[in-house]
């Protein structure tokens, strides 16, 4: 009785240390060729009448910088998954 009731506990300890062990990450593969012409495709399709007027709108050039030379179309996916992280859309 004592061994089946080791063994049981043994069985069930190392079944739930699984739970703890890290999973590996898998890369999702993120799409950012031709980003600039789709945020200004986006923005002069904006059916409303500020949008209409305005179109594509950049004061700043953010969709000519390159962070940590990456590239301007990785650097745009890039700030892209950031807003959607932090939930802002733009």
């Known amino acids: 009785r004592d061994a ?3 063994l049981s506990s043994i069985a069930l300890t190392l079944g739930s240390a699984a ?3 890290q999973q590996p ?3 999702t593969p993120v799409r950012v060729a031709g980003a600039k012409e789709e ?3 986006v923005a002069e399709a904006n ?3 500020l949008g209409m007027n305005i179109g594509f709108y950049d004061p ?3 969709t000519e910088l390159d ?3 990456i ?3 990785a650097t745009i996916g890039y700030l892209r998954h950031s807003e959607i992280k932090h939930g802002r859309v733009a």
């Open 60 to 62: 700043l050039g953010v």
């Open 47 to 49: 059916p409303d009448k």
């Open 4 to 6: 089946k009731m080791k």
């Open 71 to 73: 590239g301007t179309e």
């Open 67 to 69: 962070f940590w030379n």
């Open 39 to 41: 945020l200004v495709a």
């Open 19 to 21: 739970a703890f062990v």
């Open 25 to 27: 990450a898998v890369p």
